[in-house]
């Protein structure tokens, strides 16, 4: 007998290939945004920001047991989870192609690796691959769930229906990580009709219609309804009966469980196969869907991190659907268009709605809380599209002459196609706001960012290749079971994201991670657009065959090359290094303030995961309107960090309650420990003297801890935060002092503005003994948008550091500290942002400045080693210099800053410009 293995080396090199590529180009510690969270709860099996990830933090907890101790290690070890789900995606998408191309072509096997190889080095999946994000596993989910609907179509066994129950299954886990895996269901309908009907154009609309009627049932029906089922049943045992909380649960676990399985016999005898498929299908996706039992049991531990707080139904329904970020209307609502002067705010009105039933284990029964209030539109349209009331959103608005055109202009066009061209055709630069480039035929470009490692040109060949690609679909009779299949693959995972998240212009940053799948779909055009090059030469003998096969290896080769420098987050330390710096700032057990998610993760990544300055008590300003991370605070001790002394009761703000507090417009006087006081104007809103106005919930509650707290422990500030007038509690800036990366509040006021102020003692210990910054004096590093943005935040930090020593006359340390801020922040790396070029400038107008500043540039010119990268911050500085010495009539200084010039930047500029103007003197 003889024994045949089967050795799959195309299918190792792809995996091999590509788990290579991302595990060196992967971050080797923690990312900007969602990042940094995620690490921290998987590490520690903690409950992220909702929806939540149950079984995405399972793997990432399994992939954590690979630092073997190591803490430093434990980030690589989940980012390395994305890279394998990632190759495992382009393993799954070459499997696919052969399935889609196996009957057409004699060169299968290359076109699906070089096609695979091309989805491998886009923009946005490469982008997922090296980063602890959910999306990495979202996209394999997605793969794996389509390749197993086509081996279902090309299955004619009797057992052939197991595909189905897979893809089912696969389905379920997947809510156990990202919903986008549920926008297959469409397209698996259409397989499953034209599988087994002739294809008609009024069937393909009526399957579509019923994929997508059973994607509503699995999102709204299974995801929400049951648990609100649950949820109402277990009111009506525990109010009634006084029966355990959970009992509504497990009643209805069991009814479902009884009616599955009369339903599964009676399927059985009366021979009703796709009852049968139905019920299993259904089951399946509950087994799977069961994985979020994990974000309840933890959240009845109180972990560090347990936001939404989903410890019963009614909290984690609330965690379900996402309530504390509110819902965009999707079908009717009042928008920009309902009003006839286009000046006036959009003013909602609310209406109370039902009560919401909150648990109270004391007296054990449901509480109902009336804080459910929905809209009353009074003028509403159908399909508003511009709904915002954020003013900043209506200049975007004004753009458009109607909801349609800005459904189409911005929301289609802005947000998806442009990073479909991003992925496909190249891209400016990687700065939010960029325009798609070809480098054939461009029209617009980012002039600031000439040499920025984002911009990326493959003129046009994949994009092309997708286009015919799609072409041929249609045009051959071999690929009609696909041609729908795939293009509803695509549009659902691209363009029905875009009309069911509505978004605003206000994003905080691009979105494309979010429409890999749709992009996964064309790359199978591109397969079938290089298959039909090779089909259409295969048979000459001329130099088009030797074209063709050019244009399908450059395709891949293209992408790689082009995307490989701004995808190395090889030496990227950014997002740790911001996070060190900021606790660092702080004094032992202090309370730190913060603001949004790039200001909080790391924080939380750096304390849960590495052990930094785990004695600093983390508080977003931002959480703090939501009443289950109040109780955490005030309840909860974190790592070393005691819970704060906040003396509201709980009842007065629990179950969401309290979202204004009502309070007299009048100073509030903080007493410190050597009794100075601080007269704290609070930024009450809408109040006239004498009468009662109010704060927000978050600013209400960051009030009560700073009040309470400020006498006991240290009070910081993070200084990433954006401090502006009237935002949160910014009153408080004459008070505030810069240690560091962080503002501390003190008693001593900045009697001269309404400005923060700077502790030079503080500031330079903080740099000569704990400050850390690494990458950004290296060109080979690439440095993304927000590193560039915390460069400035150290500049600005060194600056009113150089500020302060020559106020007080010490120019050599200030003069060491400039040497030392242009080194480790080159300017050739990462130019200044305007407002602190301008700050820079402004200061060289100082005569002591000027004196500093010139002999650096000559120290510089003499000995290089000192005092590097001044050429390009420079050339500025010395440009205004000179122009203030013509002005004065200095003409011999006037002389001497344009050789320094010509010395310093081998440009004769000024001294021609010097020869013009003193010939008139």
Known sequence: MKFYLYKPKTEIFLFLFAFCLYAYTAERTVSFWDCGEFIACAYRLQNPHPPGAPLFLLLGRIASFFAFGQHQWVAYCLNLSSAVYSSLTVLFLFWTLKKILSQTSPHTNTISTLAALTFAFTDSFWFNATETEVYALSTLLTAISFWAMLKWHHDNSVYADKWLLFVAYLIGLAIGVHLLNLLVIPALSILFYVKKYQAKIYGIFLSFTIGCIILGIVQFGIIQYLPTLALKLDIFLVN???????????????????????????????????????????????????????????????????????????????????????????????????????????????????????????????????????????????FPRRYSDDRLDWFTYADFSNRWTFFAGYQVGWMYFRYLLFNFLGRSSDIQGAYWESGLWDTKTVVEFPTNKGKNHYFGIPLLLGIIGLWVTFKKSHFRPYRYVILTLFFMTGIAIVIYLNQTPSQARERDYSYVGSFYAFTIWIAIGMQYLLNRVSNQKTI??????????????????????????????????????????????????????????????????????????????????????????????????????????????????????????????????????????????????????????????????????????????????????????????????????????????????????????????????????????????????????????????????????????????????????????????????????????????????????????????????????????????????????????????????????????????????????????
């Open 544 to 921: 088009l065959k030797y074209i063709a096969w050019a244009v399908i290896v450059f395709c891949p080769l293209i992408l790689l090359q082009q995307n490989f420098d701004d995808h190395n987050r090889k030496g990227r330390y950014f997002a740790l290094d911001i996070a060190k710096n900021i606790l660092n700032s702080c004094e032992k057990n202090a309370i730190l303030f913060t603001d949004g998610d790039n200001d909080t993760f790391t924080l939380w990544y750096a304390q849960e995961v590495e052990k930094i300055r785990t004695d600093v008590r983390v508080v977003n300003i931002t959480l703090l309107g939501i009443d289950h991370y109040i109780w955490h605070l005030k309840h909860i001790k974190n790592n070393d960090a005691d819970s704060l002394n906040i003396p509201v009761p709980d009842e007065r703000y629990t179950a969401e309650k309290m979202s204004y507090n009502y309070l007299k417009n009048e100073p509030v006087l903080l007493i410190s420990a050597d009794k100075d006081t601080i007269q704290w104007e609070l930024p009450i809103k809408e109040a006239k003297r004498g009468e009662l106005g109010y704060l927000y919930k978050s600013e209400y509650f960051a009030y009560q801890i700073i009040k309470h707290n400020f006498d006991k422990r240290p009070i910081y500030f993070s200084a990433t935060i954006a401090f502006e007038r009237d935002k949160h509690f910014f009153n408080l800036e004459p008070y505030l002092q810069l240690q560091g990366m962080a503002y501390k509040l003190t008693t001593q006021k900045n009697t001269t503005a309404h400005i923060a102020t700077a502790d030079k003692n503080k500031l330079k210990h903080f740099i000569d003994a704990q400050f850390v910054c690494s990458g950004f004096d290296n060109k080979k590093v690439w440095v993304e948008e927000l590193a560039i943005e915390h460069a400035d935040y150290y500049r600005k930090m060194y600056l009113e550091l150089i500020k302060k020593l020559i106020e007080d006359k010490d120019t050599t340390a200030a003069r060491r500290y400039f040497v030392q801020m242009q080194r480790k922040i080159n300017p050739e790396c990462i130019p200044f942002a305007p407002v602190l070029q301008a700050k820079f400038l402004s200061l060289i107008q100082d005569k002591n400045v000027e004196k500093l500043f010139v002999e650096t540039c000559i120290r510089y010119l003499t000995h290089k080693d000192t005092g590097p990268h001044l050429t390009y911050q420079a050339k500025d500085a010395i440009k205004l210099i000179f122009e203030n010495k013509v002005k004065q009539n200095e003409w011999g200084a006037c002389k001497e800053y344009a050789e320094l010039y010509q010395k310093l930047t081998q440009e004769d500029t000024l001294l021609k410009l010097y020869e013009k103007v003193s010939s008139r003197k």
């Open 240 to 382: 009634r009966y006084r029966l355990p909380f959970f009992s509504g649960l497990w009643m209805l676990l069991a009814v479902i469980a009884l009616v599955s399985s009369v339903g599964l016999i009676v399927a059985h005898f009366k021979r009703w196969k796709y009852l049968q498929i139905g019920i299993l299908s259904f089951l399946l996706i509950l087994i799977g869907y069961s994985v979020y039992a994990l974000m309840v049991l933890r959240s009845l531990k109180n972990p560090n991190i347990d936001e939404g707080n989903p410890e019963n139904l009614t909290t984690l329904i609330q965690y379900l659907r996402r309530d504390q970020y509110g819902h965009e209307p999707l079908f009717w609502a009042d928008s920009y268009d309902s009003h006839g002067n286009k000046e006036k705010d959009i003013k909602i009105s609310y209406v109370k709605a039902d009560s919401v039933y909150y648990p109270d284990r004391k007296k054990h029964k449901y509480i109902p809380v009336d804080i459910n209030y929905v809209p009353k539109y009074s003028n509403p349209v159908f």
